[in-house]
């Protein structure tokens, strides 16, 4: 099966729990849950990762891309500042899209 990353950064374990106004009532895990349901619906699959700490999220590009078709990532705020895990994400030469 053609595997995706689904990768969300920090502080989006506390999704459900912070302010549902603004980031609505699905958990983390209910999110991961419907990309799965959908992308299995294409033929793919998807491994799954979240991390509050920048690194941690490199790494996991690092060792999982090799065997990845492609990445779907929620970087929250590290979507604006984090040049290492950009590099990161361009190093794979895998497409990627960034969701929020």
């Not at 509050?52 to 999982?64: S, T, Y």
Request: cysteine-free; overall charge positive; glycine content about 10%.
């Amino acid at each position: 099966m053609k595997t995706l990353l689904l990768i969300h950064g920090p502080n989006l374990n506390f999704l459900g729990k912070r302010d549902k106004n603004h980031y609505g009532a699905m958990t983390l895990k209910q999110i991961e849950n419907l990309v799965g349901r959908e992308a299995g619906k294409y033929g793919f699959g998807i491994k799954a990762f979240q991390s509050n700490h920048e690194g941690a999220l490199i790494d996991f590009l690092q060792k999982n891309a090799v065997l990845s078709i492609g990445i779907i990532i929620n970087p929250g705020a590290l979507a604006h500042y984090s040049y290492s895990l950009y590099d990161a994400l361009i190093d794979t030469k895998i497409p990627s899209v960034e969701v929020h």
